[in-house]
């Protein structure tokens, strides 16, 4: 599976931006999809996940702000962010796993994210 994520750029603190991350090699229906996060000088965090049923799980941290979704007629998925903080500052990537394995076995580059205060 490759992955390539796209859409990340500068915006004000309270905008809002979504990020895509477009799949190819495999079967993107049958897989679950997440975003994760680093932000300078900190570890890589879960962001978002969605299964390929369409279940969700958030962070704490973005619930109720970040909506993911997935087009499988597109094989993409979506991390829409409303409400910025400049915290949501970081690299953000894509993963896939497939249903029943438990890490994530391949990853996208990452897109910049920069919220301004």
């Known amino acids: 599976v490759q992955l390539q994520a796209c859409g990340g750029g500068l915006v004000q603190a309270g905008g809002s931006l979504r990020v895509s991350c477009a799949a190819s090699?495999?079967?993107?229906?049958?897989?679950?999809m997440g975003w994760f996060r680093q932000a300078p000088g900190k570890e890589r965090e879960f962001v978002a996940r969605?299964?390929?049923?369409?279940?969700?799980i958030y962070a704490d941290s973005v619930k109720g702000r970040f909506t993911i979704s997935r087009d499988n007629a597109k094989n993409t998925v979506y991390l829409q962010m409303n409400s910025l903080k400049p915290e949501d500052t970081a690299a953000y990537y894509c993963?896939?796993?497939?249903?029943?394995?438990?890490?994530?076995?391949?990853w996208g580059q990452g897109t910049e994210v920069t919220v301004s205060s």
């Open positions: 993963a896939a796993r497939r249903e029943r394995v438990g890490t994530y076995e391949y």
């Open positions: 090699g495999r079967t993107f229906s049958s897989l679950v």
């Open positions: 969605i299964s390929s049923g369409g279940s969700t």
